[in-house]
């Protein structure tokens, strides 16, 4: 067994694979099918200050290779968050790693959910700022492609909360490198990439759009290619730990982001396709590891051979 | 992951199509109701699961999902020989409730959604009257099965092949305005308007029922609200976004939020 132990600046995990936020939703809903101690660490969907619907129906479509989803961030909101049984409290009796996905429609949004899950951070390894959600009309993606509005809101987290923050960058902007290095100089101790590439689908019979948010997120193994690319990018730009996710299917391609540069990966839309696929991905990790004589996941992190 | 070899992959007429899987754990869990998420094996470029209502277990393990070719993931299903492993979820979602030792079963049924109902079959102690609406008289599924079972079986289809010329809901209207003695339970699946439609008819009648609802499903465990339909709530809209798959696909007909 090659030492799986990964370290993420101020965290450690005892392994380098996650869950993709909005995936796996809090946990609670995998609970039958395996231990979440297994995980590197469970990565919640976001929450807000406020309880939030979300996005009216039809909410994703299936294209070739992958899913367009426009959710829209529907949660229970912070109290709840904290309070209710299928939330924290059940996470924190589960004993997995917790990291908590954050989101708002205003910078004073941010750091209040910040600054409450600071308060009662008993189990939460670390916080992940959202400003790459592209389906919500306030808030998420509009702070992630623009600099002086990502500076203002992720500097104000960052006072907001003594926690590891990881800042999720959205890849629908032009040079990827300039958020990461934003991110870092406001203080964030990762980088999560990518969220999903805004798409569109329209059904030729109806003529209407598959979604009826219009657009939504393209996910699956569709976007590796480029999340593999804007890894690598972000990890010649920053030198803080990168967490790398977009299309990860199985072990393979965990292992392309980590060559690329991540520390570690997040499995998203593959779990749908198989709850299993995050353990399968660890056990495939190890594998490659001990077959190329690895001791340590560290050693294959921006391993990649240019000459 | 819970697997389930095709004993048997048929067509039964027109584009609709029966499958049986081997699954005896899944067999031993299921109530009417529930449903199972398939992974089909030859589906390559697609990677999400195809979620099928129950139609029948039995004892010997064989899992019967009944099904209409209606798009990519249909057609390779269709395709899928015996021999072929599935990886199956489920037993899935909330079941129906079974009807009570002195009630009496209607079913509101349009399409392949009396495959969703068919277990109740063997829960009623009573029999039953199931009313099924369809296009076409080729449409009309499993009504000998029905009839074997002891259900009373009435038709109603849009282009007057067969019964009552018109939709399942008129047949709904004329049960409701019969005088009758018995005690009645509803129960309703099929495409999404009609199960509306029923909802609003049960509800304006002051009577409940419960309704399986086919929806878009991507996790089927209540992961990726992707499924979501809009229940009563305490809210200031007076509704919220349950999901399908977890909280559903039965839900009683009083809890949908019904758009105006």
């Known amino acids: ?307 | 992951m819970k697997t389930g070899e095709i004993i048997s992959n048929k067509l039964i007429q027109g584009s609709y199509f029966q499958v049986d899987f081997y699954a005896p754990e899944i067999c031993r869990a299921a109530r009417p109701g529930h449903f199972v998420h398939v992974q089909i094996a030859n589906l390559t470029h697609r990677i999400l699961r195809r979620p099928f209502s129950i139609c029948d277990c039995s004892s010997d393990g064989a899992l019967r999902v009944l099904y209409k070719c209606v798009g990519e993931g249909t057609t390779a299903l269709s395709k899928l020989q015996p021999g072929t492993v599935c990886d199956l979820m489920g037993p899935l979602g909330n079941p129906f409730l079974a009807p009570a030792a002195d009630e009496y079963p209607i079913l509101v049924n349009g399409g392949y959604g009396a495959a969703a109902t068919f277990m109740l079959t063997k829960e009623s102690s009573n029999g039953g009257l199931m009313l099924l609406g369809a296009r076409s008289a080729s449409d009309l599924l499993l009504v000998n099965e029905y009839e074997a079972a002891g259900f009373e079986v009435r038709v109603a289809t849009n282009d007057g092949t067969a019964g009552h010329q018109g939709l399942v809901t008129d047949l709904l209207q004329q049960v409701i305005q019969q005088e009758t003695t018995r005690k009645w339970r509803f129960y309703a699946c099929g495409p999404e308007p009609m199960l509306m439609a029923v909802a609003s008819i049960l509800q304006k009648n002051h009577l409940s029922g419960e309704i399986s609802l086919d929806h878009l499903m991507c996790c089927g465990v209540g992961a990726c609200f992707a499924c979501v339909v809009k229940v009563k709530a305490d809210t200031p809209e007076g509704w919220r976004y349950a999901r399908s798959c977890k909280e559903g696909p039965v839900f009683n007909s009083e809890q949908l939020y019904l758009e105006k």
């Not at chain 1, 980590?258 to 499995?267: D, I, K, P, T």
């Open chain 1, 1 to 307: 067994m090659a030492d799986l132990t990964t370290k993420l600046g101020p965290v450690t995990l005892k392994n380098p694979v996650m869950t993709a936020s909005g995936t796996f939703g809090y946990g609670f809903e995998y609970k039958d099918y395996y231990d979440l101690r297994k995980l590197g660490a469970v990565v919640v969907k976001g929450i807000a200050p406020f309880p939030s619907h979300g996005n009216p129906t039809p909410r994703v479509a299936e294209v070739t290779s992958g899913m367009l989803n426009a959710i829209g961030l529907q949660g229970p909101g912070v109290d709840k968050f904290l309070t209710g049984d299928e939330y924290m409290p059940f996470l924190r009796a589960s004993g997995a790693d917790v990291i908590v996905n954050i989101w708002g429609k205003t910078i004073e949004d941010y750091c209040e959910v910040a600054a409450r899950l600071d308060a009662d951070c008993a189990g939460i390894t670390a916080l992940e700022i959202n400003i790459s959600c592209p389906n919500i009309k306030e808030g998420g993606v509009a702070f992630g492609t623009d600099l002086n509005l990502a500076a203002k809101v992720l500097s104000s987290v960052r006072k907001a909360t003594s926690l590891p923050l990881i800042t999720k960058l959205s890849p629908n902007v032009t040079n990827i490198a300039d958020f990461a290095r934003c991110a870092v100089d406001c203080g964030s101790d990762m980088i999560s990439l990518i969220n999903t590439i805004t798409g569109m689908a329209i059904d030729i019979k109806t003529r209407r759009p598959k979604i009826a948010n219009l657009t939504g997120g393209l996910s699956g193994p569709a976007i590796k290619p480029i999340a593999i690319r804007m890894v690598y990018q972000v990890a010649q730009a920053v030198k803080v730990p990168i967490i790398g996710m977009g299309g990860i299917m199985n072990a393979d391609d965990a292992i392309e982001f980590m060559l690329a540069g991540a520390s570690a990966v997040a499995v998203g839309t593959a779990i749908f396709a198989d709850p299993y696929a995050p353990l399968k991905v660890i056990d495939g990790i190890n594998d490659y590891l001990e077959q190329h004589n690895c001791k340590s996941v560290a050693e294959i992190i921006g391993a990649l051979r240019l000459s």
